[in-house]
């Protein structure tokens, strides 16, 4: 009995099982105050706006997740695999690269959803949804679907280099958060019908700029020049790991449904 508590005592004074734990228990506090915020705003959107407008919130939120889904193509997964090989490795200047070609590969497509659903928004909601009032909520989603691909790449980016933290209040707290600050300081102003969903395009934007702020692109001066360049894997090889992902993501939404 007595070896077991001091094998137990030995594990639990380990640096890396510390560091562990001390990550696990960052991210669920995160996470906890992400699904919080989240029902503090659906509170504060029903309770202010009413089951309609709770209705096209859900519907323009389906929609930027679509849209966000394939914008990104599963490269926000793959960045987290090769940004973790390449810094456990110290090639920083590898991390550079792989993120700039993450972002090189996703930004065109997510642009290209965005004016898919831009200028097809009244085609959806007057044929499919047969409610004319998304189509300014549907476009307003498309302008944010290339900030919200930003912010999942870069906190990506940060969950590669172990930055688990800054990763989780970027994904899971940081919208809700910022969503319902601007929710209720727009109160007065904000159209009715699309007040939520404006206050919830305003803090994905935040988010992605923030996200930014928090140090995901790696800087300059820590880029080396001449051969190594050929080591960081291609974008096209990045795509063949991240459509799988994909696929994987979009199944897994789909359960949802």
């Known amino acids: 009995m007595r070896l077991n508590v001091d094998w137990l005592w030995s594990k639990l004074k380990d640096k890396h ?10 991210f669920f506090n995160l996470r906890l105050l992400g699904t919080v915020c989240g029902y503090v705003f659906i509170y504060f959107v029903s309770h202010w706006y009413g089951a309609e407008v709770v209705g096209i919130y859900a519907i323009s939120i389906a929609a930027l997740r679509i849209g966000l889904l394939y914008g990104r193509m599963g490269l926000d997964n793959a960045l987290v695999r090769f940004i973790a090989e390449y810094a456990a490795k110290g090639r920083k200047d590898f991390v550079k690269q792989v993120y700039l070609r993450g972002l090189g590969a996703s930004i065109p497509v997510s642009l290209g959803i965005s004016l898919l659903l831009y200028f097809c928004a009244p085609l959806l909601a007057k044929e499919v949804f047969n409610n004319p009032a998304l189509v ?5 989603i498309a302008l944010v679907i290339l900030p919200g691909t930003l912010l999942h790449i870069n906190a990506s980016t940060l969950r590669g280099l172990k930055r688990t933290a800054s990763y989780s ?47 995901a692109v790696p ?3 820590e880029m080396v020049s001449g051969e190594t360049r050929e080591g960081a894997i291609r974008t096209w090889g990045l795509m ?4 799988p992902m994909l696929l994987t993501g979009s199944y897994a939404f789909s359960l949802q449904w």
């Open 17 to 26: 099982l510390e560091e562990l734990v001390r990550g696990a228990l960052g």
């Open 219 to 221: 800087r300059k001066g």
């Open 169 to 215: 209040f970027l994904i899971n707290a940081s919208q809700f958060l910022l969503g319902s600050l601007i929710l209720i300081l727009g109160k007065s102003f904000l159209e009715e019908n699309s007040a939520p969903v404006m206050a919830f395009a305003a803090a994905t934007v935040a988010a992605a700029l923030i996200s930014f702020g928090f140090g």
């Open 240 to 243: 063949k790991v991240a459509f």
């Open 136 to 140: 300014t909520t549907l476009r307003i």
